[in-house]
T-cell receptor, first 114, second 114 residues
């Protein structure tokens, strides 16, 4: 157990629907990062939050949004889902700067859009 | 901007043989470099990291990597492969300093043959 908790582990939904993925960072970690892992694109950085504020944005679609709450858990919202959104979505956390600690990853949410 | 290139999407070694996974990086500023391992149906786990100082970095499970600035490389090695080393390995880079995202390579799947 890495200490980063992601729920749900698996999600199957239809095209056009909206889902919410949840991440609880490791205790004491202030930064949360979301990544998408697919066979054709590898690990793609989506977005980073630090202590409730957005810090960096990557290749995140406009249909996707995220937030980090005061208790530091984060949610990734995916809407108007398409077949191509099927992927593993990972959350990672770090205490501060990435260099000092590296990331701690959760076990991911496998999203299947049918 | 930073990027990493992992040479070889699949590598096969015999049990007990040397493991060598290659990674070259590109970074406009001094990089921080990482190797992660992903076992099936799990998140990524940090193997080792280079930030500053000693260029030979030792990690978990007997792995080590050497930062070679002149060659812009950070290859991962292990003297003797075990069956349990079969996994996917990701090289990653982050620019030094600040709250910076990590950019991952496309991964190398290591197969260990008995």
């Amino acid at each position: 157990d890495s200490g980063v908790t992601q729920t749900p582990k698996h999600l199957i939904t239809a095209t056009g629907q909206r889902v919410t993925l949840r991440c609880s960072p490791r205790s004491g970690d202030l930064s949360v990062y979301w990544y998408q892992q697919s066979l054709d694109q590898g690990l793609q950085f989506l977005i980073q939050y630090y202590n409730g504020e957005e810090r960096a944005k990557g290749n995140i679609l406009e249909r996707f949004s995220a937030q980090q709450f005061p208790d530091l858990h984060s949610e990734l919202n995916l809407s108007s889902l398409e077949l191509g959104d099927s992927a593993l979505y990972f959350c990672a956390s770090s205490a501060g700067t990435v260099a000092n600690y590296g990331y701690t990853f959760g076990s991911g949410t496998r999203l299947t859009v049918v | 901007a930073q990027s990493v290139t992992q040479l070889g999407s699949h590598v096969s070694v015999s049990e007990g043989a040397l493991v060598l996974l290659r990674c070259n990086y590109s970074s406009s500023v001094p990089p921080y470099l990482f190797w992660y391992v992903q076992y099936p149906n799990q998140g990524l786990q940090l193997l080792l990291k280079y930030t500053t100082g000693a260029t030979l970095v030792k990690g978990i499970n007997g792995f080590e990597a050497e930062f070679k600035k002149s060659e812009t490389s950070f290859h991962l090695t292990k003297p003797s492969a075990h069956m349990s080393d079969a996994a996917e390995y990701f090289c990653a880079v982050s620019p030094s300093g600040g709250y910076q995202k990590v950019t991952f390579g496309t991964g190398t799947k290591l197969q260990v043959i008995p």
